[in-house]
Nanobody, 121 residues
Framework: QVQLEESGGGLVQAGGSLRLSCAASGRTFTTMGWFRQAPGKEREFVAA???????YYGSSVKGRFSISRDNAKNTVYLQMNSLKPEDTAGYYC?????????????????WGQGTQVTVSS
């Protein structure tokens, strides 16, 4: 049974940093990603990683967030720097059965429960 478990969310002041983790179990995935959703808004693509080092970012986080993975631990990380109040959202880890990259949430097959990130001004 596949499970994705996020951790690392919390409350931080604007300009601060957080690191989210997503531990996968049950199988390994070539492509994994992070999405976020704020109340009343659609789910938004944040970042994705294919294999070990091919990365993709949403325009609103490029240059501030960094995605990485530790294959030995089957874990993906999202390092978030220079956080802004508009980054406040639930952050969700996702994984695809296939290897191709996608920024569309419906293309992802497995999802974690989410972790809340709140950035105060």
């Amino acid at each position: 049974q596949v499970q994705l478990e996020e951790s690392g969310g919390g409350l931080v002041q604007a300009g601060g940093s957080l690191r989210l983790s997503c531990a996968a179990s049950g199988r390994t995935f070539t492509t994994m990603g992070w999405f976020r959703q704020a109340p009343g808004k659609e789910r938004e693509f944040v970042a994705a990683i294919r294999w070990s080092d091919i990365t993709y970012y949403g325009s609103s986080v490029k240059g501030r967030f960094s995605i990485s993975r530790d294959n030995a631990k089957n874990t993906v990380y999202l390092q978030m720097n220079s956080l802004k109040p508009e980054d406040t959202a639930g952050y969700y880890c996702a994984a695809k059965r296939t290897t191709q990259f996608s920024s569309v949430s419906v293309d992802y097959d497995y999802w974690g429960q989410g972790t809340q990130v709140t950035v105060s001004s």
